[in-house]
């Protein structure tokens, strides 16, 4: 993996939240990353422990480099199959982390807590 698609995954990374948000839903493997030159795409996999609507457990962020925007898919895996529910076209950065939420009901931000010592 060259470096250029390395430093565009750990970009949708932080788009969706870093370190908070992987922390938040229990992400169980490290971002899984493919990218396809002839397409001009790079799709990064997140996968996570917590209990999601539906039960869905993975997301694939896939940036269309020709269009500057993500096609974002959710989905199940079993222990005999993968379930993939529709995708969404033309999602924009500002909109990824909205979108998790919605379509997971998982909050992906950790609350900010606040402590006055005296």
């Not at 229990?26 to 996968?47: H, N």
């Not at 898919?73 to 990824?96: C, M, N, S, W």
Request: proline fraction near 5%; hydrophobic fraction near 40%.
């Amino acid at each position: 993996m060259n470096p250029e698609t390395q430093a565009i995954a750990h970009t949708i990374y932080i788009q969706l939240g870093g370190a908070g948000f992987s922390s938040m839903i229990g992400m169980i493997q490290p971002v899984l990353v493919k990218d396809d030159e002839e397409k001009a795409e790079v799709r990064a996999t997140f996968r996570w422990r917590a209990k999601a609507k539906d039960g869905l457990n993975f997301l694939e962020v896939t940036l269309v480099m020709s269009g500057d925007y993500y096609r974002v898919q959710f989905g199940r895996i079993g222990k005999q199959e993968v379930t993939r529910q529709p995708i969404h076209e033309e999602v924009y950065a500002d909109e990824l982390n909205p979108l998790f939420e919605q379509i997971t009901g998982l909050i992906t931000i950790p609350p900010v807590v606040s402590c006055r010592i005296q």
